[in-house]
């Protein structure tokens, strides 16, 4: 993103507040606006611009005259490249071993190495190669999906909760693309967190029983914390403010005086912001998240243009999940406490290892400990 420093209107461009770290804050409507108004619609237009006008406007552009274009034209077209006959259909993966472009020849020696790998693919990189395909320059069926040219496409990471050291400063959680016209609930709607799929209770003596509900299902109160204004979630009758308890504490210690507004009345369009700066996402009471907004760009043609598809998730972060501590094979699924069946405590199970150990044939209970349902982390992988 463009930095600027010249502009009449210094509030509504972006302008690096510490170099290569955040800029200062800016309006994010305003700086479509400024885009748009400095653009011609061709610019930023998703139809094929014809092949004569551009071959003229690039000719111009470069500097060189229509001959010379022509020339080009021949010496670089797809044709000149092809590698097999006319008739048959290209297998990308396919490279004559004898051929004198220096391309080809790199890429030759890059399959011959790899060939010698003992390497696949595991499940991971499988869907993220998933992911890469449903986003690059996927179009709606229908004209009235589609993404509307000149829109904003903003480019979050979501960190993982302030709880989890290991990775909550360093690695996003996930990575999502949403467009100017999205409002802060649809963000909030696309988080993946695993405290929201906790459930509530303990169940040694009812394994079998479902639970009536999840821990999202039944706290839905959440905020977000953007340049003193808390959006909070306000969209279910059993909504609470839960950030009034911060805002009366920063009364009475002179802080700056926050504002509240409702996430699901507040687009990205109408927040003022700042690009790489840590802002925060709370749900669950107490479980916290970072939020950065790293990019902030025109949409193009080449991207995903089904809007459908927003919130797009183009990464998520893929960690070790937790084994059973009996059979170490099998997810744990079970969490128990004061248990003398157990090696540690508190201990993990998988849900065979802890029926077996802690139920006879009948399903009765064994014993005196407490158990508790376990969502594991790597879930989301």
């Avoid at 004569?52 to 111009?60: C, G, K, R």
């Avoid at 248990?339 to 139920?359: G, I, V």
Wanted: proline content about 6%; charged content about 25%; hydrophobic content about 35%.
């Amino acid at each position: 993103m463009a930095a600027s420093s010249s502009s009449t209107e210094p509030s509504n461009i972006p302008d690096y507040e510490y170099v290569d770290v955040n800029t200062k804050a800016f309006h994010v409507g305003s700086f479509r606006n400024e885009w748009l108004n400095r653009l011609k619609p061709s610019d930023f237009s998703f139809q094929q611009q014809d092949e004569d006008a551009f071959d003229a406007n690039f000719a111009q552009e470069m500097g060189v005259s229509a001959e010379t274009m022509a020339e080009l034209k021949s010496l670089c077209s797809l044709d000149s490249l092809r590698c097999h006959p006319d008739d048959e259909p290209p297998d990308p993966d396919l490279v004559p071993p004898d051929s004198t472009l220096k391309t080809l020849v790199q890429r030759k020696k890059k399959q011959d190495y790899s060939a010698t790998l003992k390497f696949f693919k595991n499940r991971h990189e499988l869907y993220a190669d998933e992911l890469e395909r449903l986003t690059v320059g996927k179009k709606p069926e229908s004209m009235t999906d589609m993404v509307p040219e000149g829109e904003l496409i903003l480019t979050i990471n979501v960190y993982y909760p302030a709880s989890y050291e290991r990775f909550c400063y360093v690695r996003p959680h996930m990575t999502l693309l949403l467009t100017g016209s999205h409002s802060l609930a649809e963000l909030r709607d696309a988080i993946c967190c695993v405290s929201d799929l906790q459930v509530c209770g303990e169940f040694s003596n009812t394994p079998d029983m479902a639970p009536d509900f999840i821990s999202k299902d039944h706290f839905k109160s959440a905020f977000f914390f953007f340049e003193g204004v808390f959006y909070n979630d306000m969209r279910f009758p059993e909504c609470q403010d839960i950030s009034m308890t911060t805002i009366e504490w920063a009364k009475t210690r002179n802080f700056p005086p926050y504002s509240q507004a409702k996430m699901e009345e507040t687009l990205f369009a109408d927040l003022k912001i700042k690009v790489g700066f840590p802002y925060l996402y709370c749900h669950q009471g107490d479980c916290e998240h970072l939020v950065i907004i790293t990019d902030i760009r025109l949409v193009h043609k080449g991207d995903c243009i089904d809007k459908r598809l927003y919130p797009l998730l183009i990464h998520k972060h893929r960690i070790v999940t937790q084994k059973c501590a009996v059979c170490h094979v099998f997810i744990g699924r079970w969490f128990t406490t004061n248990d003398e069946f157990a090696p540690s405590d508190p201990c993990l199970f998988c849900d065979k290892c802890f029926r077996m150990l802690h139920y006879d044939a009948e399903g009765n209970k064994l014993g005196d400990f407490l158990a508790y349902p376990y969502v594991d982390r790597g879930a989301f992988n």
